[in-house]
Every structure is written in structure tokens, then in C-alpha cells.
């Protein structure tokens, strides 16, 4: 089982930015890819970006693709997401996921392990 722990969520206005962070830890955490995804109230969860741990290798939503950016630090085990040009829909619970099996990474199936979420809400 992989841990994880995500930080950096708050209230902003639209067109701030902010950073997100998910630590990752445990004995099964191997460095495969890494994901965010979000949910919005009422809405389904739904894929943000995904990164693979060895070559940094990037996925975008569409929505967002951009606007956000997301990183890894091999050192510490620790994945980022850079949100700029914020916008109120962008408002939800963003979860850190750790991708321990195979499968499309846009899809929750491939994900193994996830964070408890951090709320991220813009005011217009």
C-alpha cells in the first residue's frame, strides 16, 4: 500500500494560482506514474494530469491543459500541481493517486492508492 498526502489547497480568487502537493510513501511505492484527479459537488470524479516517475512524461484534461502544470521530485517522493489563471469551476476536492496497475491513465481503474483530497475553491 502506497500513502499519500496531499497539501496546498485553500480560497482564492479567480486568476490567483496555487500549488498542491502529495507526498508519497510505504514499502509498495515504486515510482510508476502519479496522477490528480478532482471532484466538483455533484459531479463525478474526474482526471486532472498524470505524470510518469521515470521520464516525467505528462498528461493533460483538456480543460485545464495550459493552466496547470504538474511535477515530480524523485528525492522525495513528492508530486506538485502548479494551478494558475485559476477559474471558479475550477473549484473541488483535488485527490493525489498512485497508478499500481495497468490501464488507460485517464480512468480511477488504474489507480491503486489515494490521497483524503484538499479543497481548492475560486471566487469569481
Known amino acids: 500500500q502506497v500513502q499519500l498526502v496531499e497539501s496546498g489547497g485553500g480560497l482564492v480568487q479567480a486568476g490567483d494560482s496555487l500549488r498542491l502537493s502529495c507526498a508519497a510513501s510505504?514499502?509498495?511505492?515504486?515510482?510508476?506514474?502519479m496522477a490528480w484527479f478532482r471532484q466538483a459537488p455533484g459531479r463525478e470524479r474526474e482526471f486532472v494530469a498524470n505524470?510518469?516517475?521515470?521520464?516525467?512524461?505528462?498528461y493533460y484534461a483538456d480543460s485545464v491543459k495550459g493552466r496547470f502544470t504538474i511535477s515530480r521530485d524523485n528525492a522525495k517522493n513528492t508530486m506538485y500541481l502548479q494551478m494558475n489563471n485559476l477559474k471558479p469551476e475550477d473549484t473541488a476536492v483535488y485527490y493525489c493517486?498512485?497508478?499500481?496497475?495497468?490501464?488507460?491513465?485517464?480512468?480511477?481503474?488504474?489507480?491503486?492508492?489515494w490521497g483524503q483530497g484538499t479543497q481548492v475553491t475560486v471566487s469569481s
Open positions: 505524470i510518469r516517475w521515470s521520464d516525467a512524461n505528462t
Open positions: 510505504g514499502r509498495a511505492f515504486s515510482g510508476n506514474a
Open positions: 493517486a498512485y497508478q499500481g496497475r495497468g490501464g488507460s491513465v485517464w480512468y480511477e481503474d488504474a489507480y491503486t492508492d
